[in-house]
């Protein structure tokens, strides 16, 4: 699939995006008010020579889509260099297969970057590597934490309710406690991505 003037046109900006959610709107709000940007990103993507297009596909109901779009549109807000086109994943089949995760899984969200010649620099797929390092790490911790909540290859939905509650509890915790330095790994992901264009 070609990337062109035409397809961009297709895509929508990030309220238009929120505005089309049938879910999950709040939460997304929530986390871009809660993004902190470092200020040095921020001069990096502010010193770019000129500004770089990136396709975002998204759906409202996936996690990473809730946890990491609002950061890449403060970052855009924030700096003016980054021209940012949603697409629903489900209605643009052929974008999806461009960035497979692993070449096969369709993970979401994707942050594909472009230079102003429409020459792909290269894609965020779903999170920062670093990121679900961390929570897998993190989360067996959880669950080594106490014994009642059994195996980490197991479905929670076999624990008792409380029990279940009490694990879900722990692993949103964590996941609230990551998010500043998640986000920051976001940021960085990005920046890594559109370092050639710095110099370009």
């Given at each position: 699939m070609t990337i062109d003037a035409a397809l961009l046109a297709q895509g929508m900006s990030y309220e238009q995006f929120k505005d089309s959610m049938t879910r999950n709107r709040d939460v997304?709000?929530?986390n871009e008010r809660a993004v902190a940007?470092?200020?040095g990103d921020v001069a990096f993507?502010?010193?770019l020579p000129r500004p770089l297009t990136v396709i975002a596909l998204?759906?409202?109901?996936?996690?990473?889509?809730i946890a990491n779009l609002p950061v890449l549109a403060r970052l855009a807000a924030a700096t003016g260099k980054l021209k940012v086109h949603v697409f629903d994943k489900s209605k643009h089949p052929d974008l999806m297969k461009r960035w497979l995760n692993q070449g096969k899984f369709e993970s979401i969200p994707v942050f594909a970057i472009f230079d102003e010649g429409l020459r792909e620099l290269g894609a965020l797929i779903e999170r920062p590597a670093s990121v679900t390092t961390k929570r897998a790490e993190a989360r067996l911790a959880?669950?080594?934490?106490?014994p009642s909540f059994g195996s980490p290859e197991a479905s929670v939905s076999d624990l008792p309710d409380e029990t279940r509650e009490r694990l879900m509890a722990a692993i949103t915790k964590m996941r609230a406690d990551q998010k500043p330095w998640a986000d920051a790994e976001v940021v960085r992901a990005l920046r890594v991505i559109a370092r050639p264009a710095a110099s370009a």
């Open positions: 997304v709000e929530t940007l470092d200020p993507f502010k010193a998204a759906e409202d109901w996936c996690g990473d889509v959880i669950y080594a934490s106490d």
